[in-house]
């Protein structure tokens, strides 16, 4: 079908929750030592798989931190730049054996552990206190996983009170030691557990298993802090493991968390394969995020089944809190999960947002997995900082896209013939679209001018697609329009040291005359005033 774009800005779906912007920290590579933290010499390497030898260890100079002793740079990028509202901490595959404990009180005594998510050794330095100092540093809102795997019940209370606890009881008082304030952490924002389905995890268990435990948990915790915000571990929104646990947990939990870095398998990138393998590969990558959209769909039609038979009648969201690009044969525990994203991997993120965006009614928290250095739009070296290609649709969603309202959009566009992941949910949905929008109508606060934002992917390799955008009962949309593009010639082009801008988003002001090019393997975003 010959392409066209209809926005209906009379037709709102919820204003987009600024928690789709979220961040992820997880004590794995260089993601919190060498990210967050500079690296020590006992901090890194963090892995033994991961050598680096006494000799070859670069510090990162003093000037180069906060007054806390945090790296500058990733701060400055995630606060000013991205304005990521909330990160999760501590993990992801490392909280199910951490023990909160050796991470408070005076860093000399703390004690170094063998990490056994990702192999090596945790030292501990960096722990509740200075996440939450981080935290305060970057303006985020806190989000802590708890230990479902080894962790018991009672850690995870005392946990709570440490943080929270504003009485004169043991955890309470211990935080104020350590920290010599008295205002507790505040943190509202509590995950039961990580991915306790997979088999990879310390301590797996059945669904029914997790869901009994939760269940007490869940209890418990509010009798320590009813203020709370519990997010219950989902997999991948479609499976048994989220109906069982939805139907066990629904009047026990505000988010049902849905995983799907591991879980979906969205694949990436371009290795030294043949022609038909790359092929393959483009497709995985670049359509793949329509295979969460669906898990979303299906997620929340469980969600009200579950709260239809409890007679639930307050809204559970989906907290999405672990999402993005990732190709498990390039970022590999051996290389603490380091990948180097292409503008084909760019386009999978820009259709990530806009599957959050048009589900803005139901997804209430994203969070990229991870935000500095592990599968990350953000690289470090010891003095600096490079943006990859991912970098860009984040940016300019989070600009563009938070604050205003997602609106209908509906799209007319050619469909992609290749093979894209997983295979069964092409069977339902049907073949994906190369074309690939979203829309947010956007309200300034001080003057109420109003603008359209429309993000659209173009996921074809090669075609360039002239397309209509009809703007729905609306009779005075500007002619001049803000333009955002993220494009290159070279759908494989990277960023990297000594080209850090290689792919990056080019803006110009465009006239519109009811239509738009969109060039091939191209994300664009574009700006419309409304009188
Ligand atoms: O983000 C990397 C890992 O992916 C996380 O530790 C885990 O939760 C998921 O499997």
């Not at 180097?340 to 599957?355: C, E, G, H, P, Q």
Request: proline letters at 6%; aromatic letters at 10%; charged letters at 25%.
């Amino acid at each position: 079908p010959a392409p066209a774009l209809d926005i209906f800005p009379s037709a709102p779906i919820a204003p987009v929750s600024p928690y789709i912007f979220s961040g992820f920290l997880e004590h794995l590579g260089r993601c919190i030592y060498g990210g967050i933290l500079p690296a020590t010499p006992t901090t890194f390497p963090h892995t033994p798989r991961r050598p680096c030898p006494a000799d070859q260890f670069v510090e990162t100079p003093r000037a180069l931190l906060t007054p806390e002793g945090f790296r500058a740079d990733v701060l400055a990028v995630l606060r000013d730049e991205l304005q990521v509202p909330l990160v999760r901490w501590p993990g992801g595959n490392f909280v199910s054996s951490y023990n909160w404990k050796d991470g408070v009180g005076p860093r000399e005594e703390r004690k170094r552990r063998p990490e056994l998510a990702w192999g090596g050794e945790e030292s501990n330095l960096f722990g509740t206190d200075e996440f939450i100092a981080w935290c305060r540093v970057a303006k985020i809102e806190p989000y802590i996983v708890l230990n479902m795997g080894t962790g018991t019940l009672e850690d995870a209370l005392h946990w709570i009170e440490y943080c929270n606890g504003t009485g004169d009881t043991y955890y309470a008082n211990l935080r104020r030691k350590n920290t010599g304030r008295d205002e507790p952490h505040n943190v509202k924002y509590w995950g039961l557990g990580n991915e306790v389905w997979g088999e990879w995890q310390v301590g797996q268990q059945s669904a029914s298993e997790y869901a009994t435990k939760a269940r007490q948990w869940a209890h418990a915790i509010r009798l320590v802090d009813p203020s709370v915000i519990l997010v219950g571990c989902g997999e991948t929104g479609v499976n048994q493991w989220d109906d069982v646990v939805l139907d066990a947990l629904v009047d026990k939990i505000q988010m049902h968390s849905v995983e799907a870095v591991c879980s979906i398998h969205l694949y990436t990138g371009f290795g030294p394969r043949d022609r038909s393998e790359t092929e393959k590969e483009y497709g995985r990558s670049v359509y793949g995020p329509d295979a969460a959209e669906y898990s979303i769909e299906v997620c929340k039609g469980l969600i009200n089944k579950a709260r239809f038979a409890k007679n639930v009648g307050k809204p559970i969201k989906i907290a999405f809190d672990e999402y993005g690009v990732w190709d498990e044969t390039v970022g590999t525990p051996e290389n603490g999960l380091e990948q180097f994203y292409t503008l084909a991997d760019a386009l999978a993120m820009a259709s990530w947002l806009n599957v959050f965006v048009r589900q803005a009614d139901i997804v209430d928290m994203a969070c990229i997995a991870q935000s500095v250095n592990v599968i990350s739009p953000l690289i470090t070296s010891p003095t600096g900082l490079f943006r990859q290609t991912i970098y860009w649709p984040l940016f300019l969603f989070s600009r563009y896209m938070r604050g205003g309202t997602s609106v209908r959009v509906s799209l007319t566009s050619p469909a992609y013939a290749g093979e894209t992941l997983p295979g069964w949910i092409s069977s339902i949905k049907g073949a994906p679209k190369d074309l690939d929008a979203s829309a947010v109508l956007h309200e300034d606060a001080a003057t109420r001018a109003r603008s359209l934002r429309v993000a659209v992917v173009n996921r074809s390799e090669a075609t360039a697609y002239e397309v209509p955008i009809r703007v729905a009962f609306e009779k005075r949309v500007g002619e001049e329009v803000e333009v955002h593009e993220l494009w290159h010639e070279d759908v494989r082009a990277r960023n990297g040291w000594g080209s850090e801008e290689e792919v990056c988003v080019k803006a110009r002001k465009g006239s519109w005359d009811g239509k738009w090019t969109f060039r091939e393997h191209s994300f664009t975003l574009l700006v419309f005033k409304l009188q």
